[in-house]
């Protein structure tokens, strides 16, 4: 029951996204604007599903956005996206408003621009560029056949 239930929630946002925009060949739905919460994806699913998660050896705690209708989005890695995908020390929890394309085939969103609450442009850069910092060291210590070395839970 429960899985017919959050099928049922599923096909209802997708059906309220297919009115809310047009598919448009080059992009996902036409360009809107979301609010939702930044989480880490990987954590939440391993919370809510058991997920074997293992995003402080692989994905470093990638953030995604999670809408008010409880769907989870991950971040399009692009120059818009990118820090916000790896600021989670910062940002984790706080909400984002953003502009851009979804694609609900693989709930996945694009950003154009974001906007996060409390969180400047400055703020927004340092922390996604520090956090490359963290994960190029972790990987440059991986040994071949190895995973990379665990960092510390956030």
Known sequence: MKHFLMTAIALLAMVQLSVAGGWKADKGLDKMSITGELVCVGCSLKKLNGANAQ???FAHHALGL?????SYWSIIDNAVGHDVIRGHKLLKGKNATISGW?????NMVEFDTVSIDGVS???LA?????EDQDIAKNLLARKV???PV?????
Do not use: R, V
Not at 102 to 106: K, M
């Open 121 to 123: 442009a400055k703020e």
């Open 145 to 147: 056949g190895e995973a």
């Open 126 to 130: 340092q922390a996604g560029w520090d």
């Open 66 to 70: 999670k809408t008010a209708d409880g």
């Open 55 to 57: 995003c402080n050896l």
């Open 102 to 106: 979804l694609y609900p085939i693989a």
């Open 150 to 154: 665990a960092e510390a839970h956030h």
